[in-house]
């Protein structure tokens, strides 16, 4: 999602380069205001949006990485500061390694960042897994969660959308840790989306408390205890 102007002035070069990096990926390109925007966004309907920062005039943003590469994208400066590195995290490297043995990483300086309390969030398109080991390991886990996930909301026909977690960040979970992803996205879903009450469902391969395979069966004990 973007403004006429955004994707008139920025995107051209900012698309044409990331075909290049990768010509396996296909974008659709949605224009429009900021209403509309946003509700896209609390949709599910797009994964991310170019926006105006005048928007948001109490936001202020840090860029991490080689400072020389982000000024050949960056068209607005005011409320915007560079944190110049050289060193990254690739998409093949193996994640938990990768946050310890490079320190000076863009992904892992944010991280510390957050964790110092220089800023109040990171965002990364990078290595996943990197990210979530940064996380883990530099920001530290929330009390009473043990393990992190990954949310996305999807699109439904009603515009709606709906919270699903987790979605790849774990390859094997416990009761509690689907428990606790439950309770993390109804959390998001009512003091993020604004969904008054939000239901929370087990998907399984049935309604009946009697189905599924243990793992469901006491999750679904631990949620209809709540």
């Known amino acids: 999602g973007t403004f006429t102007s955004v994707s008139r002035n920025l995107l051209p070069k900012l698309l044409s380069d990331f075909h290049a990096l990768y010509p396996g990926i296909h974008y659709e390109l949605r224009q429009g205001e900021y209403d509309n925007i946003h509700e896209w966004i609390r949709n599910g309907e797009v994964d991310f949006a170019f926006i105006n920062p005048k928007d948001f005039d109490d936001i202020e943003i840090v860029l991490y990485g080689d400072e020389a590469k982000i000024k050949d994208y960056l068209t607005a400066t005011e409320r915007v500061s560079i944190v110049h590195t050289e060193e990254k995290i690739d ?26 309390g220089k800023v109040d969030a990171m965002l990364s398109a990078g290595n996943t897994g990197a990210l979530l080991a940064a996380g883990f390991f530099i920001v530290g886990r929330i009390k009473g969660v043990e393990r992190p996930g990954l949310m996305s909301t999807l699109p439904t026909v009603d515009g709606r959308g709906y919270d699903m977690l987790d979605l790849g960040a774990n390859a094997e979970n416990t009761p509690e840790h689907l428990h606790q992803y439950a309770v993390m996205g109804s959390y998001y879903a009512e003091n993020v989306r604004g969904i008054q009450k939000p239901r929370v469902g087990l998907l399984n391969n049935g309604t009946e408390a009697s189905k599924g395979d243990p793992l469901r069966k006491e999750t679904y004990q631990l949620l209809s205890e709540d």
């Open 91 to 116: 998409s093949d490297d193996e994640p938990t390694r990768a946050i310890r043995r490079k320190k000076q990483a863009s992904m892992v300086l944010a991280a510390k960042d957050v964790k110092d």
